[in-house]
């Protein structure tokens, strides 16, 4: 039978099922998308494929999904480290937004953070950011996948003028995406200290006509608690189950501050958690319950948050994070295992995203979304668990070659649809124009 492609690597790591690593296997594409998963032997007598890729000392997976990024924020990396969230939010980067996040910003800093995701083995993203038209825009040209955020939130900005418009750009975004097959738009409720009521209730209807999830920062930190409690006489969680916005179709974003309550709760309504532990250790923002939330069943997905506050758009590394702060703040070394912490970074935010039929695990007839990595240097070496050695020991440097929907984005670690050069003079430029302003 004659295919598109044909990659030969010493494991496959497929997801589904949990925890498997099958040894010398290949992948068979055509078309975009996966049409067979099947020992090397058998691979070759069965298949002719126009192109063939010989890797003895490499594991493929899925493309990881980066589940929340703002990933324009790329050009604000290391501007106001070491800060606590509001102080660096209110302070720093929102002074900054305000004078400079325009299209151009967008464009550049999106086409940074695409260029070190795609280098780091991210497939796709879930954003948060002003200007989203330019974002999906960015990504089409790319060939990278991502749903962008119709974002909200109750103050003027660059972007849009107050709720009415940010609604109704939103809207425009979404229709304007509806034939993409790499690119989709979903609501972006900012967070419960910057929306109000009334656009939320608006915005609640439109998810449930559009059929299009809400993504939003919750329960980040003590802080917004404390806050919510003070503004509205309740928690923040309380508040939006009040509104009848938690549900299947909800992505919570950090939930570093939850009540066993609450827990159980959210896992009655069937939404998500996009967990971001890196973000949240630097900005002492607290600690997700993220062994309570897999044990009550609610599906935690994971996030680079900004390059701003992390400073890396790292999924590789935030699996080795994820684990190990799991088992330090529940006290069992069994809590969130390898083969979990790379469920979260791959299948888990596909679901969360509403792409889990197409993405997040290596199935025969899904999009042919796929990660290699070499784990033959002497870092990973000597192996005896592809999984284990993966998420304890991998790093993103050891990712060699990346496919979205079939389409080679990244060649032996030299990118094929963005000019790395070009993006890096442009990061230098705004450099220049930040440290100009003395931000710190």
């Known amino acids: 039978m ?262 159980v709760d959210y896992a009655r309504c069937g939404g998500s958690v996009v967990h971001c532990p890196e973000s949240n250790l630097k900005l002492a923002s607290g600690f997700c319950p993220v062994a309570k939330l897999l044990a009550a069943g609610i599906n935690v997905a994971l996030g680079t948050d900004g390059a701003a506050s992390n400073n890396d758009l790292d999924v590789l590394g935030e699996m080795r994070t994820a684990a190990l702060l799991a088992k330090g703040v529940s006290g069992d070394a069994s809590a969130v295992p390898a083969a979990m912490a790379l469920r979260m970074a791959t299948l888990n935010g596909a679901k969360a995203l509403g792409l889990g039929e197409e993405i997040g695990s290596l199935e025969i007839g899904k999009s042919a979304d796929i990660v290699a990595l070499d784990l033959g240097d002497i870092e990973t070496q000597p192996l005896f668990d592809p999984i284990s050695d993966l998420v304890y020991a991998g790093s993103r440097h050891q990712v060699s070659d990346v496919w979205v929907a079939g389409r080679r984005l990244l060649n032996k670690r030299e990118l094929t649809t963005l000019d790395r050069d070009d993006i890096t003079a442009r990061a230098q430029t705004w450099r220049e124009r930040l440290i100009a302003t003395n931000p710190a």
């Open 2 to 263: 004659l295919i598109d492609t044909l990659i030969k690597a010493r494991w496959v790591i497929p997801v589904e099922p949990h925890g498997l690593a099958l040894e010398n296997h290949a992948i068979a594409l055509h078309g975009g998308r996966i049409v067979d998963i099947l020992p090397v032997s058998e691979a070759q007598a069965r298949y002719q494929a126009t192109r063939e890729e010989e890797l003895p000392r490499h594991a493929l997976i899925p493309g990881l999904v980066n589940a929340h990024t703002h990933a324009a924020m790329a050009l604000l990396r290391g501007v106001a480290d070491d800060l606590p969230l509001m102080e660096w939010l209110q302070n720093h980067i929102w002074p900054l937004e305000q004078r400079f996040a325009g299209e151009a910003f967008v464009r550049d800093g999106t086409d940074l953070a695409m260029a070190e995701m795609l280098r780091g083995g991210i497939t796709c993203f879930n954003d948060m950011y002003f200007f989203p038209e330019i974002t999906a825009r960015q990504v089409i040209q790319c060939g990278m996948r991502a749903t962008v955020g119709m974002i909200l939130v109750d103050f003027p900005t660059a972007w849009a003028s107050g709720p009415d418009e940010y609604l109704s750009k939103g809207l425009a975004l979404h229709e304007q995406l509806r034939d993409e097959s790499l690119v989709q738009a979903l609501f972006a409720p900012h967070a419960p200290f910057t929306v109000s009521d009334e656009p939320l209730l608006r915005l609640r209807t439109l998810s449930e006509e559009l059929d299009r999830p809400i993504h939003m920062h919750l329960h980040e930190t003590r802080s917004e608690v404390e806050q919510g409690r003070a503004s509205h006489g309740m928690r923040p969680f309380k508040r939006m189950q009040q509104l009848d916005l938690l549900g299947p179709h909800f992505i919570a974003v950090h939930m570093t501050q939850l009540t066993e309550e609450e827990i």
